[in-house]
């Protein structure tokens, strides 16, 4: 009976030791997104002033950081726990390939493991406040 507590202690720790040092696995990318034609040309109705800017990184860090970090590195808590990237918004590669609108969409619509947020960003002051919050993280 000691033999086996001390096999069973042994491999606990085993187990738990490769666990810990497991290195996390490349996330993949998600799929390109199908935005709706309306929501590519949508305008951006607030432009990133001061105030609209820090109402932005109030509402980042309340909905978005989670997941996609302090600095939109996708490196957030929440992040390893997603079936795919969060993505960097740092990158200007892709700041560049999406339009206001379909930020806006992907913000606020979602798809996957990004949800909806319709119910928690109200208005479109407070959506395009994250769009150009989102904006100000690009490198």
């Known amino acids: 009976m000691k033999n086996r507590v001390i096999y069973l202690v042994i491999l606990a720790f085993g187990l738990t030791a490769l666990w810990a040092f497991t290195p996390p696995q490349e996330k993949k990318k998600g799929g390109p997104w199908n935005v709706p034609t309306e929501y590519k040309a949508k305008e951006n109705t607030f432009k990133g002033d001061a105030d ?44 560049d390939s999406v339009t206001d609108g379909e930020l806006y969409y992907m913000s606020v619509i979602g798809r996957d493991d990004m949800p909806n947020y319709e119910d928690k960003l109200l208005d479109d002051e407070e959506r395009w406040a994250v769009v150009n919050y989102v904006r100000s993280l690009k490198k």
């Open 52 to 95: 609209n800017l820090k109402l932005g990184k109030t509402l980042y860090a309340k909905h978005c950081r989670s997941c996609h970090g302090n600095a939109g590195l996708g490196d957030g808590p929440k992040a390893k726990n997603l079936d795919t990237s969060a993505g960097d918004f740092s990158d200007a590669t892709w700041q």
